[in-house]
């Protein structure tokens, strides 16, 4: 199309006038049309769930890279096994932490450079747990040290808080190779372990951070984004099903660095966390 000569095709003129200077064809073409169908990968549902028609579902970042795939059932089994074991027989949390770091039966800790265990105080307002380390915190061997860390740090002080009073950890103590996700007998064995510390540290409040870490340690089916900021009770035992602590799941601030409006919520969510620890737990108000 030449521009800035009039034509006598209205359509011309209207396109022209919109900025258009070039048509390529006469009639549209449905590119998407030509394209093969995609196939479905084996472990792909056939048919994707419905969203909710009311609440806007804002998916939580993953990292990109591919689930290994599951160990065979035997070796899993006798995975979990020897974590339970090692864990349970672990009374300090020192004990647990040594156990973690001579367990051999997770095959992340062969490519991960360091064990980032857990850190805080014993008894402590707070239990925080993220979902597994990143280079920052595998070159550090401390969880959360990065930029997650570092917002995570920012949003404890908004509510008066320090991090030497709150217990920070991850459900998998080593950095899976290009953050991928962790596979489902990887998450399960080092469950065991983060369970434990849980139970060893015994917070006023329990709050996973993200959806992996909600789904494994609240055991729900619903993404983070329906999750957060319900409170649910946190059974420490399996055998004595009332020995509960308050939980509640948020956003992991990872997924805040790349969708800050959604801190507006985290905040929500932190102030009912802090007011629970006023309520409930005799923590003095912020002044
Ligand atoms: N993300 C996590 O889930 N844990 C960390 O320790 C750091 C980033």
Known sequence: MEEGHPTRDPLEDFLKACGVTVRLEEAPQDRFAELPP?????????????????????????????????????????????????????????????????????????????????????????????????????????????????????????????RDEVFISNVIPWRPPLNRTPSPIETATCEVFVRQEIRLVRPKVLVPLGGAAAKTLLQVDQGIVRQRGRWVSYALDEHAPDDTIDAVATFHPAYLLRTPAEKRRVWWDLLAIRERLESRHGLPPVR
């Open 38 to 162: 995609i196939p479905i990968a084996a472990h792909q549902p056939a048919k994707l769930p419905k969203a909710h028609p009311r609440q806007p579902v804002v998916p939580e970042w993953e990292p990109p890279v591919e689930a290994a795939p599951p160990a065979a059932t035997a070796a899993g089994q006798a995975a979990i096994h020897a974590a339970r074991e090692a864990a349970r027989a672990a009374t300090t949390l020192d004990a647990l932490h040594a156990a973690l770091a001579s367990f051999e039966g997770c095959p992340l800790r062969e490519t991960a450079r360091s064990t980032c265990h857990g850190e805080g105080p014993v008894g402590a307002a707070i239990m925080f747990v993220g979902e597994a380390p990143g280079r920052d915190e595998d070159d550090a061997g401390r969880p959360f040290v990065g930029r997650s860390g570092r917002l995570l740090e920012k949003m404890l002080a908004a509510i008066g808080l320090g």
